[in-house]
């Protein structure tokens, strides 16, 4: 198959931009399904935000009781219902005896 150089425009930007046949041709060695949605230097912004550090969650302390013994205890997430929650002592119990 003979590609041919493409125009798109940029998600981000809104800017036309060359898909090269070079480009195709990688896309498809690669086996890639989707055309690209930003130009050169959108796609370079994105990466440069992305590598730049986690973004920091807050971290969510929710009180709870365990599930195995009853005790009060804090777990770093939000339970769902229908699911254990197990205070340190119990869950290091469980994770060494492979339950």
């Not at 929710?62 to 219902?81: I, Y």
Request: charged residues 30%; positive net charge; proline residues 5%.
């Amino acid at each position: 198959m003979e590609f041919q150089d493409k125009s798109l425009r940029c998600v981000d930007c809104g800017e036309e931009f060359i898909w090269t046949a070079g480009e195709q041709l990688f896309f498809a060695d690669k086996q890639f399904k989707n055309e690209p949605k930003r130009c050169k230097s959108c796609k370079a912004s994105r990466a440069n935000r992305s590598s730049s550090g986690p973004v920091s969650r807050e971290r969510v302390e929710t009180q709870a009781t365990c599930s195995a013994c009853g005790k009060d205890t804090t777990v770093p997430f939000r339970p769902t219902q229908g699911r254990p929650v197990f205070c340190k002592e119990c869950f290091q119990q469980r994770k060494f005896a492979g339950a």
